[in-house]
């Protein structure tokens, strides 16, 4: 089963903009991360933010958590061709201690030059 | 190691053919993970072992698949009776906390081929 489901499931921009990826799930959650997926690769971990975060930032990623909403929304600023991967938002879930990610379908981004 | 490294690469094995995956773990890594990725599709979750102890195995999708990790390190992921929808990219990964606590490092996946 699938916790998580990213919107849109496919995106193209151009380099230089601007992706914006969002994430809804179902339960109450510790932990949300997200991750990125190099065609025919294994996954690489982006970022973590905890369920009493609310903004994080890494280099060009930001991201924000609403846990009111049960979303989350990963942005990449001044995209650049290397950054075209699959994207994974993935959670965990509250008051069980140590379950494992259940991860979303993906959104798949395209930045062309 | 430097990181997780999962054998073989890739496998093509006739239905009904028993298969072992193999999955080394960064040394010291408490957590380790085994997920199910159809093409285009997101990890599914199969089950999770911390140190030699597997708390959830309730992915496996069926009593063909069996994993182990007896020594707390490396794991095997077994799948007995092959079927053609087995066929997937198998991901393991470790973490060197709990759950989802902290970041997963994933290895490169098997890619399994039933024919």
């Known amino acids: 089963s699938q916790q998580g489901e990213e919107d849109p499931q496919a995106l193209s921009i151009q380099e230089g903009e601007n992706a914006t990826m969002n994430c809804s799930y179902k339960?109450?959650?510790?932990?949300l991360q997200w991750y990125r997926q190099n065609s025919g690769r294994g996954l690489v971990h982006l970022i973590l933010?905890?369920?009493?975060?609310r903004e994080k930032h890494s280099g060009r990623l930001r991201v924000t958590l609403d846990t009111s909403k049960k979303s989350s929304s990963l942005l990449i600023t001044a995209s650049r061709a290397a950054d075209t991967a699959s994207y994974f938002c993935?959670?965990?879930?509250?008051?069980?201690?140590?379950?494992?990610?259940?991860f979303g379908k993906g959104t798949t981004l395209s930045v062309s030059s | 190691g430097a990181g997780v490294s999962q054998s073989p690469r890739y496998k093509v094995a006739k239905r009904g053919q028993d298969v072992a995956l193999r999955c080394d773990p960064i040394?010291?890594?408490?957590?380790l993970f085994w997920y199910q990725q159809a093409l285009g599709q997101g990890p599914e979750f199969l089950t999770y072992?911390?140190?030699?102890?597997?708390?959830?195995k309730s992915g496996l999708p069926s009593d063909r698949f069996f994993a182990e990790r007896p020594e707390g390190s490396v794991s095997t992921l077994k799948i007995q009776r092959t079927q053609q929808e087995d066929s997937a990219v198998y991901l393991c990964?470790?973490?060197?906390?709990?759950?989802?606590?902290?970041?997963?490092?994933f290895g490169s996946g098997t890619r399994l081929t039933v024919v």
């Open positions: 990964a470790s973490s060197g906390g709990r759950g989802g606590n902290y970041g997963y490092t």
């Open positions: 339960t109450s959650i510790n932990n």
């Open positions: 933010i905890r369920s009493n975060e």
């Open positions: 993935a959670t965990d879930e509250a008051n069980q201690a140590g379950t494992a990610l259940i």
């Open positions: 040394s010291g890594h408490v957590s």
């Open positions: 072992f911390q140190n030699e102890a597997q708390l959830d």
